[in-house]
């Protein structure tokens, strides 16, 4: 297919000037290179010109390796659109990009730069460079465009191509259609997109399905190929990525002679001449066996070429579908054989707390998370243990703590290398050994604190009740997901819910501070029995926040249940709520920007959690600033489950008659239409992120001179790049202009009132970690004009407004 933007003006200089002399690896403005003329590199080491593959008689123009054949073809111009006889030529148009045309003068191939003026594009020269390179430079000799960032199957030394991480566009290899044709192929290859250091073979259109893994880099190999050792790594590295904001690999050997070839088949081969003969010889492969294509035994099967068959099921787990597995056919998995303890409902479960069993020579899974507070292997362990939707872990030199809270996939096993991995199991399943082992290294519990609901095994419960005699035993089936208190020590804990022990009133009711037996504080939420929301709510956030474990989740640790009275208790929070802080003109002074960039990436971590890690799947649906809470070291924990909604792995949306949330905080779809999904917790984080910035409500915010609400503003402020008007003047001196537009660009992007344009929160954590301002053009927001301000002027279409501005059923007119 001809390229159709470029006319035939543009080409008219190469249309009239005839063939002459030029350089030896230089094409100047005015020359072209016709078919059966060729540049060759200073050092004579590449070439380019036209050139047929295999049995076609299709002609294309290529870079190959000096005087070797053209079965050495690094990389194809006109890939897609050959020329069909021997009349093509390349040269550069007057607009200054490169084309090849055929006879016919039609274009086939172009660089596709934005046009130069006449006088700038008659100093554009292309040159091959003796790296293989070949660059179209400017007057001034800087480089316009060039092959090694434009590349087709062959990736070579000093090659930089992969991920931009302010983009997120994924330079990838495409092999070729098959061995007489250079279009692009079935196969790509490149840098896994999650940011996960490891190389994907990917087979289909687009990225395609995963094919092959090479695991993560370690900083001197990659973990998933078991034969990589240093000597064979020819200076490979990582680059920067935090500072390039580009993340790849590259390579320098000791001479030019050196490639990896994606081929046709969907293999990647390392080639090396050798020089004594001038063969090229493969120096490695992939995949080359059954067990290294991704994920051959399917999840939580383990593949291993030295074994008949070849699949197994990894220990404590069974197969998925057995007649499929006797048939040879692994592709539905294995699943857990007996269930974990602390996934466990209590009832007749009083077995051994749940522990790890070692697997040696993993390749590891694919989708680890990396957790950077954990310092060795006991660390690893302990932060695994106390999160039941840790599947396993491994700590890996040069890496560190990696922990899987997915289903684990794609695992090989080694007959030599790799590394270890602990898999979480049930303790019946577990050997003597191994669970000594698990003693061994469990956490001691805090001595100082003999009433420690706190305590995150799974036998909780059991423990509690062992050692003190303060439970209800007639409790509720409602509360059964939890430790059960006593009506009793509560009314002792809080001294009878003394207004001294009054910490503030929620949508649902007063919080209270108590203090246990033993010293322990804690916060005790006494639902209201006015609030006609009490019992659907109380009963969602038993069944939802008991399960979850994550360091930005407020931990629940009991419940109680007496008549009308519904309690649940929390570990308690000395800085206590967000808002308590940030919208008082005293005490926000207390929260300086690295403390509001800390509780922005806290927030953001914990909803990435519900979104996308916990095993529940969960969206909050009223994220708002007195739903953090906030710890000693100002540490930030979402709380507040009772309006959360659990959703399915396939589910993109869903919806609702009762839309419930709070004003300034609901998504335009939500607040309208009552749908919901994740991306309406986007939207309210992108609002909470944008208060933290201004230290104003949002709801409340109207500035003076432009009569614009808090969004409105925030966009004004930052699309006349002046965001540190925007900044709260208490922290503008002690805050970074470069993480503050940052964070103002992300949050504009977070409240686009289209849920479509709107980021996921692993995109977010993207953002915010990388290092340098999201770079995507946020829409104006516009939803936001009429609710901002004084709250009572919507009542009319509103049934059940709380206290705290929390709606319970929107209803329109």
């Not at 006109?78 to 006879?103: F, H, K, M, T, Y």
């Not at 692994?330 to 602390?342: E, F, N, Y």
């Not at 109207?702 to 808090?710: D, Y």
Request: proline share 4%; charged share 25%.
């Amino acid at each position: 297919m001809a390229i159709g933007y470029l006319s035939a003006v543009v080409v008219l200089t190469l249309l009239v000037i005839p063939d002459h002399c030029h350089a030896k690896d230089i094409l100047t403005a005015g020359d072209s290179l016709p078919d059966g003329q060729t540049l060759i590199s200073a050092g004579e080491t590449f070439e380019l010109g036209f050139f047929s593959p295999g049995r076609s008689t299709n002609r294309y123009v290529g870079i190959w390796y000096y005087n070797f054949s053209t079965r050495t073809v690094l990389w194809v111009a006109n890939r897609q659109d050959p020329v069909r006889d021997e009349s093509g030529r390349l040269g550069i148009a007057d607009d200054g990009n490169l084309v090849v045309l055929d006879g016919n003068q039609n274009v086939l191939w172009s660089t596709g730069l934005p046009p130069l003026s006449s006088n700038s594009s008659s100093t554009t020269t292309v040159q091959l460079l003796e790296n293989g390179n070949l660059m179209v430079n400017d007057s001034g000799g800087v480089a316009r465009w060039e092959s090694f960032e434009n590349p087709t199957d062959t990736y070579l030394p000093g090659m930089r191509i992969g991920l931009d991480l302010r983009t997120n566009v994924n330079q990838l290899l495409r092999s070729w259609k098959s061995e007489d044709d250079p279009a692009a192929g079935n196969f790509s290859m490149g840098v896994d997109p999650r940011r996960s250091t490891q190389i994907f073979i990917w087979e289909g259109t687009g990225p395609g399905v995963p094919r092959w893994r090479s695991g993560r880099w370690n900083g001197q190999v990659f973990t998933g190929i078991v034969d990589m050792i240093s000597t064979y790594l020819y200076g490979f590295r990582l680059s920067d990525f935090l500072q390039e904001q580009k993340m790849y690999f590259y390579y320098n050997a000791n001479d030019s002679l050196h490639r990896y070839v994606l081929k046709w088949n969907g293999t990647v081969e390392h080639l090396i001449r050798q020089d004594d003969t001038g063969v090229w010889s493969r120096y490695w492969e992939a995949p080359t066996t059954e067990c290294e294509t991704y994920n051959k035994c399917g999840r939580y099967g383990s593949c291993s070429d030295e074994n008949t068959p070849i699949c197994s099921c990894l220990r404590g787990f069974v197969p998925a579908v057995a007649e499929e597995w006797k048939r040879g056919n692994w592709s539905s998995g294995c699943v857990r054989r007996r269930a974990l303890l602390c996934e466990s409902d209590g009832s007749g479960n009083q077995g051994e707390d749940d522990g790890f069993w070692k697997i040696e020579r993993v390749k590891l899974p694919d989708s680890s998370d990396w957790d950077n507070n954990a310092n060795d292997e006991d660390g690893c362990r302990t932060a695994c243990s106390r999160n039941c939707s840790c599947r396993a872990f491994a700590y890996v030199d040069g890496i560190g703590c990696l922990a899987w809270g997915v289903d684990l996939v794609d695992i090989q096993i080694f007959s030599s290398g790799g590394n270890n991995m602990y898999l979480r199991l049930a303790s019946s399943e577990l050997d003597r050994t191994a669970k000594e082992q698990n003693k061994r290294s469990r956490p001691a519990a805090t001595a100082t604190v003999p009433f420690d609901l706190g305590n995150d095994d799974g036998n909780r419960k059991q423990q509690v009740t062992r050692s003190f005699h303060i439970l209800d035993e007639s409790k509720d089936k409602q509360c059964e997901e939890l430790p059960v208190l006593s009506f009793e020590s509560i009314i002792t804990s809080t001294s009878n819910f003394s207004k001294a022990n009054l910490l503030g009133v929620g949508g649902f009711g007063p919080v209270y501070k108590g203090i246990l037996p033993g010293g322990q504080e804690v916060a005790v939420k006494r639902l209201s029995r006015n609030s006609g929301q009490g019992h659907d709510e109380f009963k969602n956030e038993i069944i939802l926040i008991a399960q979850l474990q994550h360091r930005n989740l407020v931990r629940i640790l009991g419940c109680c249940i007496q008549g009308e009275e519904k309690i649940l208790v929390y570990e308690y929070m000395p800085n206590r709520s967000l808002d308590v802080i940030l919208f008082d003109p005293k005490r926000k002074r207390l929260l300086d920007w690295n403390s509001r960039y800390n509780i922005i990436e806290g927030v953001a971590r914990g909803l990435l959690y519900l979104h996308r890690d916990s095993r529940l799947r969960i969206i909050h649906r009223d994220l708002k600033a007195s739903n953090i809470l906030l710890d000693s070291e100002m540490s930030p924990k979402i709380s507040d489950f009772g309006m959360a909604r659990m959703f399915g792995t396939d589910e993109k949306e869903t919806n609702t008659q009762r839309v419930v949330g709070t004003f300034g905080y609901m998504s335009p779809e939500y607040a309208m239409q009552g749908v919901f999904s994740v991306k309406s917790d986007v939207y309210s984080f992108g609002v909470l992120l944008l208060e933290i910035i201004c230290g104003m409500k949002n709801s409340s915010f109207m500035h003076q001179k432009s009569s614009l609400n808090l969004l409105g503003y925030a966009w004004k402020s930052w699309n006349e790049d002046n965001v540190m008007e925007f900044v709260d003047p208490t922290i503008r001196d002690s805050c970074s202009l470069t993480q503050v537009s940052k964070c103002v660009n992300v949050g504009l992007l977070c409240v686009q009132d289209r849920a479509n344009d709107r980021p996921t929160m692993s995109s977010v954590m993207v953002m915010l970690e990388g290092g340098a301002a999201a770079i995507s053009q946020p829409r104006r927001p516009t939803f936001v004009a009429d609710i901002g301000g004084d709250t009572e002027s919507s009542t009319d279409k509103l049934i059940g407004i709380s206290s705290n501005n929390s709606i319970t059923q929107l209803i329109g007119r």
